[in-house]
C-alpha cells in the first residue's frame, strides 16, 4: 500500500505544475476573447466575427505594448498613468504585490542579480541565500555609504518580497549557483532545487 500511495503522490506533484499552468492559459485566453472579442465586435459586424478571434488578437496586441514601452514617450505615459492607479489605497495594494512579482522573475531583473551569495545569519551559524544586487553603490550615487558595503537582496519562500540588506563584503560568500535555480530554491524553501539534477534522478 505504501509504494502505491508513494507512486500516486508523485504523480500528483508532477501534474499539478502542468494542471495550474493550462488553467492559467486558458483563463487568460478566455478573457482575452471576451474582452477584445466584444471589442471587434464593437466596430465590426458579428458576421466578420470568427471564435478565437479574441485570443488571436491578444497576442499582438501584448506584443506591440511590449513594443511600446520601448518608447520613452510611450514609458513616461504608462508610468504617469500607473501613478494614477498607485493613489487607489486598494488597487495600489493589490497592483504593486503583481507587479513586483512578476518582475522579479523578469530576465532584465535577473540580470541585476549580480552574484548568489550565501549570507550569514546571526545568531549562531545559520545562512541564507540571497542575491548581490549593488556591488559598488558609486554607481548609484549613494555616497553615503562606505565603500566595502554591498546590497543584497533577500527574497521570502511561499511568499511574494523579500528584505534588502546593506552589509558588509565579509558576510557573504559567493556561491556557483545560477540565478535561476537559486530563485527556484527559495521559492520553494528548497523542496525543488537544480532542475537538471531532478532529470538526472529520472
Given at each position: 500500500?505504501?509504494?502505491?500511495?508513494?507512486?500516486?503522490?508523485k504523480g500528483l506533484i508532477a501534474i499539478i505544475p502542468l494542471i495550474l499552468t493550462l488553467y492559467l492559459l486558458l483563463w487568460?485566453?478566455?478573457?482575452?476573447?471576451?474582452?477584445?472579442?466584444?471589442?471587434?465586435?464593437?466596430?465590426?459586424?458579428?458576421s466578420w466575427y470568427i471564435k478565437g478571434l479574441g485570443f488571436m488578437l491578444g497576442l499582438p496586441v501584448i506584443y506591440f505594448f511590449g513594443g511600446f514601452l520601448e518608447s520613452r514617450t510611450f514609458r513616461?505615459?504608462?508610468?504617469?498613468?500607473?501613478?494614477?492607479?498607485?493613489?487607489?489605497?486598494?488597487?495600489?495594494?493589490?497592483?504593486?504585490?503583481?507587479?513586483?512579482?512578476?518582475?522579479?522573475?523578469?530576465?532584465?531583473?535577473?540580470?541585476?542579480?549580480?552574484?548568489?551569495?550565501?549570507?550569514?545569519?546571526?545568531?549562531?551559524?545559520?545562512?541564507?541565500?540571497?542575491?548581490?544586487?549593488?556591488?559598488?553603490?558609486?554607481?548609484?550615487?549613494?555616497?553615503?555609504?562606505?565603500?566595502?558595503?554591498?546590497?543584497?537582496?533577500?527574497?521570502?519562500?511561499?511568499?511574494?518580497?523579500?528584505?534588502?540588506?546593506?552589509?558588509?563584503?565579509?558576510?557573504?560568500?559567493?556561491?556557483?549557483?545560477?540565478?535561476?535555480?537559486?530563485?527556484?530554491?527559495?521559492?520553494?524553501?528548497?523542496?525543488?532545487?537544480?532542475?537538471?539534477?531532478?532529470?538526472?534522478?529520472?
Open positions: 500500500m505504501k509504494p502505491i500511495s508513494k507512486t500516486f503522490f487568460l485566453a478566455g478573457t482575452a476573447e471576451l474582452v477584445l472579442g466584444n471589442i471587434f465586435k464593437f466596430f465590426f459586424p458579428d513616461s505615459l504608462f508610468y504617469n498613468f500607473e501613478e494614477l492607479v498607485l493613489q487607489i489605497p486598494v488597487i495600489k495594494s493589490v497592483y504593486t504585490a503583481i507587479r513586483d512579482f512578476s518582475s522579479l522573475f523578469s530576465s532584465e531583473n535577473r540580470g541585476k542579480f549580480k552574484q548568489v551569495v550565501l549570507v550569514n545569519v546571526p545568531p549562531g551559524n545559520g545562512q541564507q541565500i540571497g542575491f548581490i544586487t549593488v556591488s559598488d553603490f558609486e554607481e548609484v550615487l549613494h555616497t553615503f555609504i562606505a565603500d566595502d558595503q554591498i546590497a543584497v537582496y533577500l527574497p521570502f519562500s511561499y511568499a511574494i518580497g523579500g528584505n534588502t540588506v546593506i552589509m558588509s563584503r565579509e558576510n557573504v560568500t559567493e556561491i556557483d549557483m545560477s540565478v535561476e535555480d537559486a530563485l527556484r530554491f527559495i521559492a520553494t524553501a528548497g523542496v525543488v532545487g537544480n532542475v537538471n539534477d531532478d532529470k538526472n534522478k529520472s
